[in-house]
């Protein structure tokens, strides 16, 4: 393989409408992109049955959807389509995509560390932004290609979905958890912030602007995110017992 010449985005919700306006025309250039969404209004919609012979194929929904998007598209994808799911977590997404889609179905596993907030906050350099892949099932001259495609504008980190899933619970799952304590805190900006305290709200500024929705997923089927969350009311009681003896 030497050219993407049709994308398929399935989803186009605020990560999928970024990835799909911004990210993946830079990518591949030449690539025409077809959408499936019930809520969108443009050229590019298409039927599921079309966005499933594409030849890369995103499924750019909340991760509770992803079998049941799955196991739609199964019927329908091309003989060499490759499906690249982008979610937050890996090992549970990796191995739906091995168990629902056909067993000649080709699947890179990804996760995009970044949304349009980080994008922004880069003033748009992506080589500041990494980019998690693992070839799940794959020819790897395949894979290779669409690495290299993505590693010329990113800053790409190869890592398997259990390797990812343990480090995403120890910082995203947990940042998420602290910007989530802030938010129910009310508290805003003032005049006297230190530069820690600048910090601190320019991080919720940035996780805030995700869904409930995600970081329950983030929870729910993270294999490891329960532990951290044990570990941090754990962390949190004994500094608590610390400062009132």
């Known amino acids: 393989m030497n050219e993407i010449s049709t994308i398929g985005i399935i989803g186009y919700g605020r990560f999928g409408s970024f990835y799909t306006d911004h990210i993946l025309p830079i990518i591949f250039p030449k690539a025409k992109i077809l959408i499936s969404s019930k809520s969108l209004k443009d050229r590019r919609v298409s ?20 079998p049941e998007v799955l196991k739609k598209i199964a019927k329908y994808i091309g003989a060499n389509s490759i499906v690249m799911d982008v979610c937050s977590v890996k090992s549970m997404p990796a191995a739906w995509m091995r168990e629902f889609l056909p067993e000649t179905t080709q699947i890179i596993s990804s996760h995009p560390m970044f949304g349009l907030s980080s994008y922004i906050n880069v003033n748009k350099d992506m080589s500041k932004l990494p980019l998690v892949m693992h070839p799940e099932r794959i020819d790897q001259n395949i894979y290779q290609f669409i690495r290299d495609a993505f590693a010329s504008h990113f ?9 990812h899933d343990k480090k995403a619970a120890q910082f995203q799952f947990l940042s998420h958890l602290l910007g989530g304590v802030l938010h129910q805190l009310d508290i805003s900006r003032s005049a006297i912030d230190t530069q820690s305290g600048s910090r601190m709200f320019d991080m919720m500024d940035v996780l805030n602007s995700d869904s409930m929705e995600l970081f329950e997923d983030m929870y729910t089927y993270n294999p490891y995110a329960k532990k951290e969350l044990e570990k941090f009311d754990t962390s949190y009681r004994h500094i608590k017992k610390h400062l009132i003896i």
């Open 47 to 66: 039927s599921i049955q079309q966005v499933a012979q594409c030849d890369l194929i995103i499924p750019a929904v909340p991760i509770r959807t992803m």
């Open 155 to 163: 800053h790409v980190i190869e890592m398997s979905p259990d390797e």
